[in-house]
C-alpha cells in the first residue's frame, strides 16, 4: 500500500532539508512506498525554492507551489489532490512530529488493525517537549472544547494517516491550521488508533499559531454542530433540566423561608443542594443517557464542582457586564446565565457524563 505524506512548508527552509533526509531514511529502512507531497505558499524564507532543488536529489518529493498563503489545512487537501498513494498522511515540517513513528503508524493500517492513525501528545507514552505554560494551556483547552465531537484524547494534532476511501467523497473544508478534527467529524471510518509520540518544540522558524488561528477554531467548532445533532439535542435537554432546577430551587426556598420561618441564606443552600441533586439525577439518566448507580459518588461531585465553577463564572460576568460595561443588570444577568449554562454543559459532557 502506497504512503502519500503531506508537509505544509510555509517559512520553513531551516527544518525542510533535515526532515527530508529522515523522512527518507524511515521510508529506506522499513521497505515503505511513499511519496512525499510539499506544499508552499509563496515562502518569504525562500522555502518553495528549495524544495524544487530538493526535487532532484529525491524521486518521490512532489512540490505544490501558491501563490500566497492560504492556510495549513487547505495545504493538506491541496497535496492530497494529487496524491496516489491508498493511505493518506500530514505532518508538520517544524521537526516536532517525530519520522520514526512513520512506520509504526503505517503499519496499523496496512494490517488492518485501523482505518485511521493518530501521533498523539495525549496518550499515555505521549509527551510534550519544550513548550511554556501559556502554550500547554491553549492546547489543553482546544482539546477539551473539540472532545465535544471525538473521545480521540489528540484531535489537534497535525500527525495522522487515514485510508484514502475514509474520506472519498466527504466534503472537507476546515478554516485555519487544524484539519484533523474535521476529518474526525466527517469521516467514515471503523477504527482509529492514537500513537505515543514526543511532540519536540521547534526550534528554528516561528510558530504558525496565532489569534486568526484560535478564531478560526472557535468558528469552526460551530459550524461542526449539525454534523452532532446529539451535542445539540444534549444541550437544550440540559437547558430544560437547569429551568426546572431554578424552578424547584425557588419553591424550596420560599417554603422553607415563607412558611417554616428558616434564615433565608439556610434556605439557600438547602435549596441550592437539592436543585443541584435533582438536576444531577435529571442530566445522568435522561440528558445523557447513563445508569443512575454507575459511579453516581464520584459523578456527583464532579457534577457539584462543575456547577459552583458555573455559578462564579455567572457572578463574575454579572459584575462584568453591570459595573464595567454599564449594561442594566436583568440584562447582564442573563447574558452571563447563557455564558454559565455554556460552560456547565461542557464541563458535565467533557469530564462528569463522558463515556
Not at 292 to 321: C, G, H, P, R
Request: charged content about 25%; hydrophobic content about 45%; glycine content about 6%.
Amino acid at each position: 500500500m502506497k504512503l502519500s505524506l503531506v508537509i505544509p512548508t510555509y517559512n520553513e527552509k531551516e527544518n525542510i532539508q533535515k526532515l527530508l533526509k529522515k523522512i527518507q531514511n524511515e521510508f529506506k529502512n522499513n521497505k515503505i512506498n511513499g511519496e512525499i507531497i510539499a506544499v508552499d505558499d509563496n515562502s518569504p524564507d525562500g522555502a518553495g525554492k528549495l524544495l524544487e532543488d530538493l526535487k532532484k536529489q529525491y524521486k518521490n518529493l512532489k512540490v505544490i507551489n501558491r501563490k500566497g498563503k492560504l492556510g495549513l489545512s487547505s495545504a493538506v487537501l491541496e497535496g492530497w489532490k494529487i496524491a496516489k498513494g491508498e493511505i493518506l498522511g500530514a505532518m508538520d515540517a517544524d521537526l516536532s512530529h517525530p519520522p520514526e513513528k512513520i512506520s509504526e503508524m503505517l503499519n496499523l493500517i496496512k494490517n488492518e488493525k485501523a482505518d485511521f492513525t493518530i501521533g498523539s501528545r495525549y496518550v499515555k507514552g505521549g509527551k510534550i517537549e519544550g513548550w511554556n505554560f501559556k502554550r500547554k494551556l491553549m492546547s489543553k483547552t482546544a482539546t477539551l472544547l473539540a472532545r465535544v465531537y471525538t473521545k480521540v484524547k489528540d484531535p489537534m494534532t497535525g500527525f495522522f494517516m487515514i485510508k484514502r476511501d475514509c474520506i472519498k467523497n466527504v466534503q472537507l473544508n476546515p478554516k485555519g491550521f487544524k484539519i484533523l478534527l474535521e476529518i474526525l467529524i466527517k469521516g467514515r471510518y471503523r477504527n482509529v488508533k492514537e500513537i505515543p509520540i514526543t511532540f519536540v518544540n521547534r526550534t528554528e522558524g516561528k510558530s504558525k499559531a496565532g489569534t486568526k488561528e484560535i478564531i478560526c477554531y472557535l468558528q469552526n467548532l460551530i459550524r461542526y454542530l449539525p454534523y452532532k445533532k446529539n451535542v445539540i439535542k444534549e444541550f437544550f435537554k440540559f437547558a430544560l433540566v437547569g429551568g426546572i432546577g431554578t424552578l424547584v430551587n425557588i419553591i424550596i426556598l420560599y417554603l422553607l423561608t415563607e412558611k417554616l420561618g428558616l434564615y433565608y441564606i439556610l434556605s439557600a443552600i438547602f435549596s441550592f443542594i437539592v436543585a443541584m441533586t435533582s438536576n444531577f439525577t435529571l442530566n445522568k439518566i435522561w440528558t445523557f443517557k447513563e445508569q443512575i448507580k454507575l459511579e453516581i459518588s464520584k459523578k456527583y461531585i464532579q457534577f457539584s464542582l462543575v456547577s459552583i465553577t458555573a455559578l462564579l463564572v455567572n457572578l463574575f460576568f454579572l459584575y462584568i457586564f453591570t459595573e464595567i460595561f454599564g449594561i442594566y443588570y436583568i440584562i447582564s444577568q442573563i447574558l452571563a446565565i447563557g455564558i454559565a449554562l455554556s460552560i456547565n454543559f461542557l464541563g458535565n459532557k467533557i469530564w462528569t457524563f463522558s463515556k
